[in-house]
Structure formats: structure tokens, C-alpha cells
């Protein structure tokens, strides 16, 4: 009969308890822990501290199986940063100069993640306008999901306020983060790295503050933020296109030449006064805009 103890981060449980699933084993809750796994062979006792005993014949095995620099190799063997349960954050919209801006978050469990990769969820920036708008709704029927939407009159209002685009993006992240955990409790959220930790931290509000936020660049190859990635471009293409019915003129995408051609046919249509309200004005295409119309009157 054989022990061995280990400490590992609490926030990995429910990944371990996933595998020891496939294992076969009977599972009891003691209390102060997590879990008790049970197979004929061994016994594992998460302990609420983080505390982990494995007790048993063939120990050895068992350890090196679970508790080697290979696990932490797992994890990430299929692109996925962080065990599920987790919360996934993306936005859409940031570099079109028309158009809102879009923060999506997605709550995905092990098995609905699996589901989606099989529907072919993977980083927006991947797919085509049609496929996006078709995967939306399949993630929309297997998760707990948030968008938040902030239209052009009301994003140049946060803008001037914050004077910072960073820090906009950190208030609409920890507003999506806040709005998913009233509707579930979860320990990990992941998004993508766009600026210092500290400025998304500053940002989270009460009970985004209790979570373990995780910033890496390329998140997208983390499903559940490619889903969220999914959700946040699938209503930023909805947006642009109810912009473009609604002035009956092409709005596009990005902040390229014909974006210039049409902001310039749209103010000879209604106005520069009326610009504010379709798109960002602090890019550098909106002053190229007004320096123009100065030209021309």
C-alpha cells in the first residue's frame, strides 16, 4: 500500500475529474473535498486546499499518468488553455472603422466545447460571413452566452471618456465576464491579451473580480473563445448590414480605401455631422474625412 500527496491548482479539479471519468471509477464527496475517485487499484482525494493524496497498489503508474509534465502537455495537446468549464471573451469591430463594437462572452462545458469543434467552431477570423452567422446559432443553443453591443454614437461617447481604446475594450470584457456570471457560477475566464494585465483587472467588476482570468495571445484557439469570437462577429455583420439599410449605402468592412470612398459618398449624402453615428471617429480615416470636406467648402 502506497501514498503520495500533491498540491496542484484548485481550478484544474473539474479536468481531473474528467479524465479519472474514463477511468471507470466510483466517485464519493467527503467532506472537505472536492471529490474521492475509486478504482480496484487506487484512490484519489482532491481536497478543497488543493491537496491531492493517491493512496494504493501501482501507485506509480497513477502518478506519473496524472501528475507529470505531461498533464500540463494535455491540457493544451488540443489548443484549449484551460480545463471546462470556462468562460471564453472576444470582441469584433475593433479595426472597422464602421460599424459598433461587439464583445461576446460563451460559458461552454467539456462536452458542448467538443460538440461545437465538431460543427467547426474555430477563430472567426477563419470563416466567411455565411458560416459565421450559422455557427452562431448553434452556440447559442448549447451555451450561456452575452453580447454586448456598443453602438458608434455611444462608443465615441466611452472613447473620449477613457481616452483609451485598451481600456474601453477592459470595461466592455469585464461587463460581458459580469453579465455570464449572474447566469452561472464558473472559476476560469479566458480572453485574449490585448493589453497589460492590470488593465483588464482594474476593469472587472464584483464577481469578475473572485474568477481566474487568464490573458493569452491567439486565445481563438481556445474553443470556447472562438465561439465567443463567433457570437461577437455574427452580430457586428448584423449591425453593419442593418447601418448600410438603414442609410441605403454600402457600408464595408475594415478601414482600407473603399472604406474612404464610401465614408466620403455617405457625407455627401448626409453630412459629416452625421458620421458620428456609423462609425469610430477616432481613427484616422475619420480626420482624413474632415480634412477633405474643409477642402472641398
Known sequence: MGTYSVNVDPSLMVHYKNLLEKENCVFSYPQYTFFCAKTNLWQ?????????????????????????????????????????????????????????????????????????????????????????????????????????????????????????????????HSTVLENILNKTNCTIAISDKFADESVIKNALKDKGKTIKLLQQTKAESDTAVAAASILARAEFVKRISNLSQKYEINLPKGAGQNVL????????????????????THFKTYSTLKTSQKTLF
Do not use: M
Request: aromatic share 12%; proline share 2%.
Open 44 to 172: 484519489f482525494t482532491f481536497y478543497k486546499s488543493g491537496k491531492v493524496v493517491i493512496q494504493g497498489k501501482e501507485i506509480d503508474d497513477a502518478v506519473k499518468k496524472f501528475f507529470d509534465d505531461k498533464f500540463g502537455q494535455e491540457i493544451n495537446s488540443s489548443g484549449e488553455i484551460a480545463p471546462y468549464p470556462h468562460i471564453g471573451i472576444d470582441e469584433s469591430g475593433k479595426g472597422d472603422f464602421f460599424g459598433p463594437l461587439v464583445i461576446a462572452g460563451c460559458f461552454l462545458t467539456e462536452k458542448n466545447a467538443e460538440k461545437l469543434k465538431l460543427k467547426g467552431v474555430i477563430d472567426s477570423k477563419k470563416l466567411d460571413d455565411k458560416k459565421i452567422l450559422s455557427l452562431s446559432d448553434d452556440i447559442k443553443t448549447c451555451s450561456i452566452f452575452d453580447i454586448v453591443v456598443i453602438g458608434n454614437k455611444k462608443y465615441n461617447e466611452l472613447y473620449d471618456k477613457f481616452k483609451n481604446l485598451n481600456r474601453l475594450l477592459a470595461w466592455g
Open 261 to 280: 470612398e464610401q465614408g466620403e459618398k455617405f457625407i455627401q449624402k448626409f453630412g459629416i455631422e452625421e458620421l458620428i453615428n456609423v462609425s469610430k
